[in-house]
């Protein structure tokens, strides 16, 4: 089908994502508009005029295609189609046309490196060693000895190879075993996956999150990874407890023929105006690979690697470190910023918050330099639920308990309400218990305070969205002395001056020289005489933004 002209309503601006902010939908937890239990499409149109009124400029919607859900739609069986328990492509159309109508944009969520093991393409593989489509996975002999290929690991856990009876052989799996990986060295997986990203953009997407973007092509000999030394090892990608994190993963993803694939991504998109945002899964070179992968016209337009969705504190410090980082491996790349998301633990609970340190990091992540992609629930505070064993429906968390609980608990349904125990979301038991913790941040209660955080969200939003400064200035002077954070942010005459205190004890910090006025409505401090300031004395989790005047 080929959009009506109210679906492809062309951005305004064609370099809108440089600087925007996206707010993620899951759609299983957003709205029940069916009454089983599960979020769908019409829920979330049914909800678009609440995420207009958050001032974003798009949505993100994680996977609502044909699936087995063994992964939670990321395990693909059909492309081209919308799953039943999300409903039909016709509620699509209707939510991108709503969508457009308020101004918002609407990308989805592409899962190209692997398939459901129920999709066509590898049932066919899997019948023989010489049928069409017998190499549009990664299939391989055995070792002499009958056991797998190589040492790559499945970040599921154990062995990222499973034995075919029909074929007599091995096929590669990143994650679950009923995901298997498709094989981009082979041109017509490629133009497949074209085919697909196409069939996307003529319903009136305006761009994409690409899952696993560095995962895509493995080492076509098939290599040992190598060990990865103790003191590398970090917990970003996965679990401390799982293996996967013993490797440096060379040869199973990473791999340079990406960028020639890349490059050919990026034209189709060219040619309809679209963008993506790219997660690269990578513990050690996420910034180089984000570097790479968003260079000017050859790869998608931004990507985000793990370094703020990381287990450890995000201190002053680290965010030096990372913007360091970044400056020496990707000093033309363009990030895409976030705290949370579907796959980690919530912020909130993740760093500790209280409600003021909630009201910092949301401001913070909205002054620098990037775009911004926001975790539904993520604007009213929303902490990690804590689910029983029981309640479990994640195969990670099941894999790994009690040790790690997996990714159900930022995964419960949206808090639209408190007058019932499933919070608005659904008339019928939800798929995810509601966290009966979550019921006092609910919209509807905080729609009604003033001071709530859901109205902070809306104001720095605001602001990022009306000052080119914030949106993709340059971003200099930062520095990180103690828990103080502070940066300018500049662009076409306009200066904009962040602090951030990031710890539980009062500091103070020094704006650079000159006359400045704070910024109203973001809870900053207040000017001195004549708009100059001295040393400004900041409590706990707080901030202060100055304009130049």
């Not at 759609?27 to 207009?52: C, F, H, K, N, W």
């Not at 790559?152 to 994650?175: C, E, K, M, N, P």
């Not at 960028?259 to 180089?288: N, P």
């Not at 909630?358 to 002054?367: D, E, Q, S, V, W």
Request: with cysteine.
């Amino acid at each position: 089908m080929t959009a009506t002209a109210e679906q492809l309503q062309p951005a305004a601006d064609p370099n809108w994502w440089r600087g925007g902010v996206i707010y993620q939908i899951y759609p299983r937890s957003y709205q029940d508009s069916t009454g089983d239990g599960v979020g769908d499409l019409a829920g979330i149109t049914e909800r678009l005029d609440y995420v207009a009124s958050l001032g974003v400029d798009a949505i993100w919607i994680s996977p609502f295609f044909t699936s087995p859900m063994k992964d939670f739609g990321y395990d693909v069986s059909d492309y081209r189609d919308v799953d039943p328990m999300f409903g039909t492509l016709d509620d699509f159309d209707a939510l991108v046309a709503k969508a457009h109508g308020l101004g918002v944009k609407v990308m989805i969520d592409l899962v190209l490196s692997h398939t459901s093991d129920q999709h066509p393409w590898f049932q066919e593989s899997r019948t023989s060693r010489d049928n069409p489509k017998s190499d549009w996975f990664v299939w391989a002999d055995p070792k002499p000895d009958g056991t797998p290929p190589n040492n790559w690991l499945s970040i599921f856990g154990g062995t990222g190879w499973q034995w075919d009876v029909r074929r007599q052989q091995y096929y590669y799996h990143a994650f679950l075993t009923s995901q298997p990986d498709l094989n981009f060295h082979n041109p017509d997986v490629q133009d497949a996956v074209l085919d697909v990203t196409r069939f996307w953009l003529e319903r009136g997407v305006d761009g994409f999150r690409l899952d696993t973007i560095n995962f895509y092509f493995v080492d076509d000999e098939l290599r040992d990874n190598p060990a990865l030394p103790p003191e590398r090892r970090n917990a970003k990608i996965a679990p401390a407890v799982n293996p996967y994190n013993h490797q440096e993963h060379l040869f199973s993803k990473n791999r340079p023929e990406n960028l020639g694939f890349l490059k050919r991504f990026r034209l189709l998109l060219d040619e309809y105006g679209a963008c993506a945002v790219g997660e690269v899964g990578d513990a050690q070179l996420g910034m180089e690979l984000l570097g790479q992968y968003t260079k000017a016209g050859t790869g998608v337009q931004m990507c985000y690697a793990f370094d703020f969705l990381a287990a450890d504190p995000l201190t002053a410090a680290r965010v030096a470190e990372v913007f360091e980082r970044l400056e020496e491996v990707a000093p033309d790349g363009w990030p895409c910023w976030a705290f949370s998301n579907h796959d980690v633990q919530r912020h909130v609970t993740r760093w500790g918050l209280c409600e003021q340190g909630a009201r910092c990091y949301a401001t913070l992540i909205h002054a620098l330099r990037g775009s911004v992609c926001l975790y539904q629930g993520e604007e009213l505070g929303l902490s990690e639920a804590r689910l029983s064993f029981e309640d479990l429906q994640d195969p990670y968390g099941i894999e790994f308990w009690p040790e790690f609980a997996g990714r159900d608990g930022c995964r419960t349904p949206m808090v639209w309400e408190a007058s019932n125990t499933n919070g608005g979301f659904s008339e019928a038991k939800p798929w995810l218990p509601v966290a009966a913790e979550h019921l006092g941040n609910a919209v509807s209660l905080q729609e009604e305070r003033e001071d709530a955080l859901l109205h902070h969200y809306r104001a720095v939003i605001g602001l990022r969205t009306s000052s080119h400064a914030l949106q993709e200035g340059d971003q200099t002077g930062l520095r990180a002395d103690g828990d103080m954070l502070s940066f300018v942010r500049e662009a076409d005459g306009e200066r904009i001056f962040c602090a951030f205190n990031l710890g539980g004890a009062e500091v103070s910090v020094h704006p650079p020289e000159g006359e400045w006025r704070a910024i109203e409505d973001i809870g900053a401090s207040e000017p001195g005489e004549g708009g100059h300031f001295g040393g400004i004395h900041l409590g706990p989790w707080h901030y202060t933004l100055l304009r130049a005047v």
